[in-house]
């Protein structure tokens, strides 16, 4: 870790101290859950924020492959390792493999941090509730959500190496690439909430998560937002289900990590599901099984947002893709784990529409890169680098992709003997795979490199595709027979007539998305999120303001 001196904790109370009942209880503490815990607190209600994963401080993130191998669960069904609260959730599957983060703060502690809304045909599809596009709620999210995380290119993008590298690329094929909008302070000041952040230093490892305190992530904006406004936040705890109470619901929780049956019982006028894609997905079945009607279509329209993470080997610039820490292991700075993108859009099909980022890895998975690549047949390269270190010789060439397009949401989330498990038999024949292959060794090959999909690829995790964008499982939809909650997030309540919701319990997260965005998630979560409580705010009459301090 960082030599940095840290404070244990800061947005989070001890379990110890969590009350029996609540007004709202938020579970998970990412995108959707920050936002509603914000915007609830400020409207005077007793909120408390439930979260699986540990409090994580600047400074406290990995720095050596150690620490980073200690901050990973693998889990599958051939595999169960590390701990239950690691910062990375690897979920190897059949079809497909997925890694979400687990934290306070969710995903936006070890995320780029690229901040990008869709194409408008994204909203124009009719999967989508009609409320969506008449209401025109969801500009006001969009801007709410940037006024709070303030996305922004940094000044210097275009001189980082791995910038120049994919400008050389895009212009031999004729699109130059733009920098990308990131949820990073470039300069020392205070984020939407007055928390105090640090300049970025261009260190690469905004993806093992920040130890300069330059990131703005969820912690560092809204949950300290809620927390100020009195909301109670809690780590360690990880939900199971929830059920109908005798005044309200009850939340059913154990300490994250205890295989027994869950001991903490929280009752709550409001639940708000904010667990991600996977988490809120997991607890909807549960608490189906355990007798809430919740609609059929629960687990459905899971999109890997067309996402993948590629390699190109033995490009002929310099390309400076692995993060060099902080402190700093050399001097060079590389840029945030995304400085430039190149956006590729079809007009006329949107499915075919690609958006290429240059990425950074960060610096404490670096002594295990040469590992990766042998199995591919670069051993000179890789034993040369075992020798001189990733910061010299052919790793400085290595190229690093976060490519982002469309896919069909055919996934499907079930929970098999009690663990949540993903299927998707056509996964890797979607289309998508083969659009992102051909157009990244396109641009690998115009500055003389080769594209490497898969580096891992092999007996252990197999040759399956992996995305860190999951979205869906909950979706939004015009009715129960087409989605799990309504335009406002509210639980489609299948036991009773029509399009009846359960009153109080909301799902607000990346589950609800019922469609792949084709660019990163993010902003659009918080959009969901900021327009989910605007809709609250008139249908409860409740009042907050959502300008930051
Ligand atoms: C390496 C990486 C890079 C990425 N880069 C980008 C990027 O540049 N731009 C972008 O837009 N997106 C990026 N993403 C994706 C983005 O971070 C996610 O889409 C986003 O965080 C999802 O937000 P969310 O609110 O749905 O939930 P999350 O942020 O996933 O938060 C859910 C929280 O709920 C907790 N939880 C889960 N289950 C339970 C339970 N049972 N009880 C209590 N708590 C629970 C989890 O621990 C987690 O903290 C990246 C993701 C990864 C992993
Ligand atoms: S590049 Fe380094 S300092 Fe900047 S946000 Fe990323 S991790 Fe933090």
């Not at 889990?75 to 079809?95: K, M, Y």
């Not at 599901?273 to 007798?291: H, K, N």
């Not at 430039?340 to 529409?353: K, M, N, P, T």
């Not at 792949?516 to 008139?538: D, F, V």
Request: with cysteine; hydrophobic share 40%; proline share 7%.
């Amino acid at each position: 870790m960082s030599s940095r001196p840290v404070r244990e904790s800061v947005l989070t109370r001890p379990r110890s101290e969590i009350a029996r009942r609540y007004d709202v209880v938020i579970v998970g503490s990412g995108y959707g859950g920050g936002v509603s815990a914000s915007r609830l607190a400020r409207a005077g209600k007793r909120v408390a924020v439930i979260e699986k994963g540990r409090e994580l401080q600047p400074g406290q993130f990995p720095t050596r492959f150690p620490e980073l191998r200690n901050e990973m669960r693998l889990s599958g069904h051939r595999i169960n390792v590390g701990r239950a609260d690691a910062l990375f959730d690897v979920r190897l599957g059949d079809d497909m493999h997925v890694v979400v983060g687990c934290g306070v703060g969710g995903g936006s502690l070890i995320n780029a941090g690229v901040a990008l809304k869709p194409d408008p045909r994204v909203f124009a599809d009719s999967v989508w509730p009609g409320e969506l596009a008449q209401d025109g709620l969801i500009e006001e999210g969009y801007r709410r959500a940037r006024a709070w995380l303030r996305p922004a290119a940094a000044p210097d993008a275009a001189r980082m190496s791995k910038f120049q590298a994919l400008d050389l690329a895009g212009t031999a094929r004729g699109q130059r690439p733009e920098p990308a909008p990131v949820t990073i302070a470039f300069e020392a000041g205070t984020s939407a909430s007055g928390t105090p952040l640090a300049a970025c230093t261009r260190c690469g490892d905004c993806c093992g998560g920040c130890n300069v305190g330059a990131k703005v992530t969820v912690a560092a904006t809204y949950l300290t937002d809620a927390r100020r406004h009195g909301a109670d936040i809690f780590a360690g705890i990880a939900v199971d289900h929830v059920r109908k109470g005798p005044d309200g619901w009850q939340v059913v929780a154990g300490a994250t990590g205890d295989t027994g049956a869950p001991t903490t019982l929280i009752e709550a006028g409001m639940v708000i599901l904010s667990a991600g894609t996977l988490g809120s997905t997991e607890i909807l079945l549960r608490s189906r099984a355990a007798g809430l009607p919740v609609s059929e279509r629960a687990g459905e329209r899971f999109s890997a947002n067309g996402d993948i993470i590629a390699f190109g080997w033995g490009a002929k610039p310099i390309v400076n893709a692995i993060g060099i820490g902080h402190p700093p292991r050399v001097e060079t700075p590389v840029g945030a784990a995304v400085s430039g993108q190149i956006a590729y859009v079809d007009e006329s099909d949107l499915a075919r529409s690609v958006t290429v980022q240059e990425g950074v890895l960060p610096s404490a998975i670096a002594p295990a890169l040469p590992l990766m690549f042998l199995p591919n047949g670069r051993l000179l390269g890789a034993l040369q680098s075992l020798v001189s270190g990733v910061y010299n010789g052919p790793f400085r060439h290595l190229q690093t992709f976060f490519a982002v397009s469309h896919d069909s949401a055919a996934g499907r989330l079930g929970l098999e003997d009690g663990r949540l498990v993903l299927r998707w038999p056509g996964a890797k024949s979607e289309p998508v795979f083969e659009r992102l292959n051909e157009t990244l060794t396109g641009i690998v090959g115009a500055v003389g490199g080769s594209y490497v999909a898969n580096p891992l690829a092999g007996p252990m995790i197999g040759d399956q595709p992996a995305t860190a964008h999951p979205l869906g499982g909950a979706v939004m939809a015009r009715s129960r027979d087409t989605g799990v909650v309504d335009h406002a997030s509210r639980l489609f309540d299948p036991s009773r007539p029509g399009q009846a919701v359960h009153e109080g319990l909301y799902v607000i997260d990346g589950s609800i998305v019922p469609r792949s965005l084709g660019c990163n998630p993010l902003l659009t979560i918080t959009a969901l999120a900021e327009r989910a409580m605007l809709h609250m705010e008139r249908d409860l009459g409740l009042r907050f303001s959502p300008d930051p301090l």
